[in-house]
């Protein structure tokens, strides 16, 4: 009796005999979009319907007010300020960690973590500790006339310390999987060790600094346990946006308080598109 040749498979053939059955990939999305659908776009669409229950009148007054305009510009402020300082310290640190080795490099990367690992309102207490009248550094703030605790420069550094991991977490994976076959050609053609920072190293990175930004950015206009502890909670004066939508709900001013977090809700929409463009641009380079 001849023995019976065995048959291969093909790649294709074993995809297809281990492919799920339909009602398996149909009744699995069915519960991802069911679950995204509750959890994800029905608060934002209540929260549309609620800043517009009162009219399209009541909704603009709310967000024109004294008190909103103060908190967008404060919220503007400690973004326009943390997300700089951080890109340069993100960068700066990034480089370091995902190019040199090091003695006490792992102990660094760790570090990085901290903001992440630590609840906000614990950060924002370390900041009182550390600045407030009777903190560490309190009396000698005090005697300079400077203000730094229940005002914007406390806001300020709050949002830097929460928000500063994500650039360098972002570009540090990064150039650790670079290759160094670029900068070693600009360096032997003779370009100093800026110059090839500046036009080959950062140059690469641009979408994954770009992607850093994004986050960072998200991350400072929303933040609200690090600001709420050193802010005070002073009317026209340090109230951000998030803090801003507390009190109107406090307040059981809730259409205003809905309008207001409206405008939260647009910037993160902002946030995935830019971030979804991000993406698709550095898959297709």
Same mark, same amino acid.
Do not use: C
């Given at each position: ?26 009744? #699995?999305? &069915? *519960?991802? @979009? $069911? ?7 029905? /608060? %934002?669409?209540? =929260? +549309?319907?609620? !800043? ?16 909103? #305009?103060? &908190? *967008?510009? @404060? $919220? ?7 997300? /700089? %300082?951080?890109? =340069? +310290?993100?960068? !700066? ?193």
């Amino acid at each position: 009796m001849s023995k019976q040749p065995k048959v291969r498979k093909t790649p294709a053939a074993i995809g297809v005999a281990a492919r799920d059955p339909a009602w398996v990939r149909y009744s #699995l999305i &069915a *519960i991802a @979009l $069911t679950f995204l659908g509750f959890v994800l776009v029905m /608060p %934002v669409l209540l =929260v +549309i319907v609620e !800043a517009f229950r009162d009219g399209a009148g009541a909704f603009f007054t709310a967000i024109s007010s004294d008190d909103t #305009l103060s &908190a *967008i510009s @404060l $919220t503007a402020l400690a973004v326009g300020i943390a997300v /700089p %300082v951080n890109v =340069v +310290i993100g960068i !700066a640190t990034a480089w370091a960690v995902g190019r040199f080795r090091f003695p006490g490099r792992s102990l660094l990367i760790t570090l990085f973590d901290v903001p992440l690992a630590v609840s906000p309102v614990i950060a924002g207490m370390t900041f009182i500790l550390l600045f407030g009248s009777q903190g560490l550094f309190g009396p000698e703030l005090t005697e300079l006339g400077l203000e730094i605790v229940f005002s914007p420069p406390g806001i300020v550094l709050a949002t830097i310390f929460v928000t500063f991991p994500f650039v360098a977490r972002e570009l540090i994976p990064f150039w650790e999987s670079q290759g160094r076959e670029e900068e070693e050609a600009a360096l032997v053609l003779g370009a100093s060790a800026w110059t090839m920072f500046r036009r080959v190293s950062l140059p690469n990175a641009r979408w994954a600094l770009l992607y850093g930004v994004v986050l960072t950015s998200a991350r400072a206009m929303g933040e609200f346990g690090a600001v709420s502890v050193v802010s005070g909670h002073i009317r026209g004066k340090t109230n951000t946006l998030p803090l801003h939508v507390e009190v109107l709900y406090g307040d059981y001013r809730f259409s205003a308080a809905f309008a207001v977090a409206s405008l939260l809700v647009l910037s993160g929409v902002v946030t995935l598109v830019l971030r979804k463009l991000i993406e698709s641009r550095a898959h297709s380079d």
